[in-house]
T-cell receptor, first 110, second 117 residues
Framework: NAGVTQTPKFQVLKTGQSMTLQCAQDMNHEYMSWYRQDPGMGLRLIHYSVGAGITDQGEVPNGYNVSRSTTEDFPLRLLSAAPSQTSVYFC?????????FGPGTRLTVT | AQKITQTQPGMFVQEKEAVTLDCTYDTSDPSYGLFWYKQPSSGEMIFLIYQGSYDQQNATEGRYSLNFQKARKSANLVISASQLGDSAMYFCAMREGRSGGSYIPTFGRGTSLIVHP
């Protein structure tokens, strides 16, 4: 049972490049979400999904896209990377009450 | 407006002593849940404890307890008998249910706890 997995663990991008952060869970959870963590800001919600085919915006959605074609996968796309998107990104899935987090992706945009 | 407020950016405690980390929340939803997570320097998010808004008793998990004061909208984490391994960032979070809530938790900014030997 792998829980929530994220790839890659580390990534460096140049301004303007695009990329996809992968997230998968094997717990058959309906709710999944993406957060970004910046120093002194806690975790801020980017996008979330309440089931396959259903997504919605969180607190800081600009510059990011998501889709949910299966229950297991919830990728986060950066459309045109900017230095302000330098952050640690966490994917999470929700059980009956607890959130299960992936190990995080540390992204640097130069 | 902040839904979760953690007013202590940093806290220090002596090993074996108890420490309270403060958390206040703001919601008009009668159904909500409160969480505490620990983030050690290695970066992973570790679930510690959960309190539902309708739970009559304060939640406890080993050395962790949640001091839930509904009227004051307060959900403080109490760590008893601190250990060196408790040094970490601690995040309070809230999940709202009905009334437009997404059932996805929102987080406070965190409190850094350092345990001294």
């Amino acid at each position: 049972n792998a829980g929530v997995t994220q790839t890659p663990k580390f990534q460096v991008l140049k301004t303007g490049q695009s990329m996809t952060l992968q997230c998968a869970q094997d717990m058959n959870h309906e709710y999944m979400s993406w957060y970004r963590q910046d120093p002194g800001m806690g975790l801020r919600l980017i996008h979330y999904s309440v089931g396959a085919g259903i997504t919605d915006q969180g607190e800081v959605p600009n510059g990011y896209n998501v889709s949910r074609s299966t229950t297991e996968d919830f990728p986060l796309r950066l459309l045109s990377a900017a230095p302000s998107q330098t952050s640690v990104y966490f994917c999470a899935s929700r059980g009956s009450y607890e959130q299960y987090f992936g190990p995080g992706t540390r992204l640097t945009v130069t | 407006a902040q839904k979760i407020t953690q007013t202590q950016p940093g806290m220090f405690v002596q090993e074996k002593e108890a420490v309270t980390l403060d958390c206040t929340y703001d919601t008009s939803d009668p159904s909500y849940g409160l969480f505490w997570y620990k983030q050690p320097s290695s970066g992973e998010m570790i679930f510690l404890i959960y309190q539902g808004s309708y739970d009559q008793q304060n939640a406890t998990e080993g050395r962790y307890s949640l001091n839930f004061q509904k009227a004051r909208k307060s959900a403080n984490l109490v760590i008893s008998a601190s250990q060196l391994g408790d040094s970490a960032m601690y995040f309070c979070a809230m999940r709202e249910g009905r009334s437009g809530g997404s059932y996805i938790p929102t987080f406070g900014r965190g409190t850094s706890l350092i345990v001294h030997p």
